[in-house]
């Protein structure tokens, strides 16, 4: 590997009173994250709902932020589905366009599900995307699809698809898991997705970070993603916003950080916070930052 992945925003997408996508903000906002130094941009993982988007509203939202000066090297789109063929459509689709990598979750409606079951399913989905196949970062994140991407099954993936497999998001939020997965696989790009562990991570060779976070803090996430370095601060109020709905409460710091209330809505079945939540979230937030700053 010749350049580390650094910090890619996890990006929040917006949604307008008729619960359709707010491209236009959407855009703006991923402008404004790369502005401030994040590498890249992803689409459609779980702070971006990417579980309740649509084919059709994925391509047109790439198709709107390529169309805005964005590089799709500077693209890393999430598909978050149970079927091999979407998963390989929605793949192949970004894939074609040029964009850096492919998050991909396992499949999660079946549970306790074997490593064999799963090696399957990401054969399957890798030979239907056949020679387009490449730079795919497998999504580790049990506590949403109840599938834990366990170190053996890493590394038969990594053995399997050598040229296709590149790396794991790890948003298990275990460290003995994360380090395990260091120890074994330092030679894939391991991200952290919990900020709580990312400096430590990223200390014992982690690549750096897809991060919900960056949305409102991408400085001093960045930080943390590509020097290692550690902030009391982020992991303080990772512990805040995880009293809420995660991708409820980053939305609600992203309204707050562009003073556009569309950021609060979120699509069903999520529901948005309330007022009280909000509140407690800002002055969670000024307790920590502000003050400090001043």
């Not at 497999?165 to 260091?182: H, I, R």
Request: glycine letters at 10%; one cysteine or more.
């Amino acid at each position: 590997m010749t350049q580390k992945f650094g910090l890619s925003v996890a990006l929040a997408t917006p949604f307008d009173d008729a619960g359709n996508i707010a491209i236009d903000a959407m855009v703006a906002q991923a402008r404004r994250s790369l502005a401030a130094g994040c590498s890249s941009v992803t689409l459609f993982g779980t702070t971006g709902e990417g579980s309740s988007i649509g084919t059709q509203e994925r391509e047109r939202v790439l198709t709107a932020l390529l169309a805005s000066g964005i590089s799709a090297t500077s693209i890393v789109v999430g598909v978050l589905v149970d079927s091999a063929e979407d998963a390989a459509a929605q793949a192949g689709h970004a894939l074609s366009k040029g964009v850096h990598n492919i998050l991909l979750a396992p499949p999660s409606y079946f549970k306790n599900v074997s490593d064999d079951g799963l090696l399957k399913w990401f054969s399957a989905v890798f030979a239907i995307l056949g020679d387009n196949a490449r730079d795919i970062i497998v999504y580790n994140i049990p506590s949403v699809t109840m599938v834990p991407l366990t170190v053996s099954l890493i590394g038969r993936l990594r053995t399997a698809f050598p040229k296709v497999v590149v790396g794991v998001k790890d948003s298990s939020g275990d460290w003995p898991y994360t380090e395990s997965l260091l120890k074994a696989h330092g030679d894939l790009i391991i991200l952290v997705g919990d900020e709580r562990h990312l400096a430590k991570g990223v200390r014992l060779g982690g690549q750096g970070a897809i991060s919900g976070m960056a949305n409102f803090v991408p400085d001093e996430v960045k930080l943390m993603a590509e020097e290692g370095r550690d902030d009391s601060r982020i992991e303080d109020f990772v512990a805040e916003l995880l009293k809420y709905p995660v991708t409820a409460a980053v939305k609600v710091m992203v309204a707050r950080l562009t003073g556009d209330e569309i950021w609060l809505a979120v699509r069903p079945p999520l529901v948005s916070i309330s007022g009280e939540g909000q509140n407690q979230l800002a002055l969670a937030f000024d307790s920590l930052f502000r003050s400090k700053a001043a």
